[in-house]
């Protein structure tokens, strides 16, 4: 009963590259919101997907970010041109339906480092 | 607007002894949800507790209670017997049930506790 799968759990990317994060949400959950978590700071939100459709992207970047939930495969938070300022932990949770009371359900992020 | 404040940057506990982690809150929801998350050093976000607004009680979970007291729009985490595998960062967070804020969970920016011997 695997959990919010995240991958990679630490990337390393210099500035100008891109960079991919994927999330593969849990078996039967159907949402997929995005936080981005700065050094010292809570987690601050980014945007809720679900298959094929994105409901709310009121926490994203206006440039260089980007999201996605295919109808097949995880969800991919993309990140072009990466800055040092990008450099951060990302989650992923899920939750089987859109008010998850106890739903969400975090992955163990992924850490980007840009240099 | 919603939003979660934790005045608490650092806690220091006896091993055995219990806690109480402050949260204070501010929506205009008239429905709300709140959570508590830890975040040991290895990085992941572990889910706690929940409290709905209308609940009538305050909720537990083991070791964990939530002070709920909603005029003063609190929701104080209380951990018990603490252990020294509780050493770690602790987010309050909360959710609305608007269409602007059902969707996301807004955090605070968290307590740092220390378990000592």
């Known amino acids: 009963n695997a959990g919010v799968m995240q991958n990679p759990r630490h990337l390393v990317r210099r500035r100008g590259q891109e960079a991919r994060l994927r999330c593969s949400p849990m078996?039967?959950?159907?949402?997929v919101y995005w936080y981005r978590q700065l050094p010292e700071e809570g987690l601050k939100f980014m945007v809720y997907?679900?298959?094929?459709?994105?409901?709310?992207e009121s926490g994203m970047p206006k440039e260089r970010f980007s999201a996605e939930f295919p109808k097949e495969g995880p969800s991919i938070l993309r990140i072009q041109q990466v800055v040092r300022g990008d450099s951060a932990a990302y989650f992923c949770?899920?939750?089987?339906?859109?008010?998850?009371?106890?739903?969400?359900?975090f992955g163990s992020g992924t850490r980007l480092t840009v240099v | 607007a919603q939003k979660i404040t934790q005045t608490q940057p650092g806690m220091f506990v006896q091993e055995k002894e219990a806690v109480t982690l402050d949260c204070t809150y501010d929506?205009?929801?008239?429905?709300?949800?709140l959570f508590w998350y830890k975040q040991p050093s290895s990085g992941e976000m572990i889910f706690l507790i929940y409290?709905?607004?209308?609940?009538?009680q305050n909720a537990t979970e083991g070791r964990y209670s939530l002070n709920f007291q909603k005029a003063r729009k609190s929701a104080n985490l209380v951990i018990s017997a603490s252990q020294l595998g509780d050493s770690a960062m602790y987010f309050c967070?909360?959710?609305?049930?608007?269409?602007?804020?059902?969707?996301?969970?807004?955090f605070g920016t968290g307590t740092r506790l220390q378990v000592t011997l």
């Open positions: 949770a899920s939750s089987p339906q859109r008010q998850g009371n106890y739903g969400y359900t």
């Open positions: 078996k039967g959950h159907s949402h």
């Open positions: 997907l679900q298959k094929e459709n994105i409901i709310d």
């Open positions: 929506t205009s929801d008239p429905s709300y949800g």
């Open positions: 409290q709905g607004s209308y609940d009538q």
């Open positions: 967070a909360m959710r609305g049930a608007n269409t602007g804020t059902a969707s996301k969970l807004t």
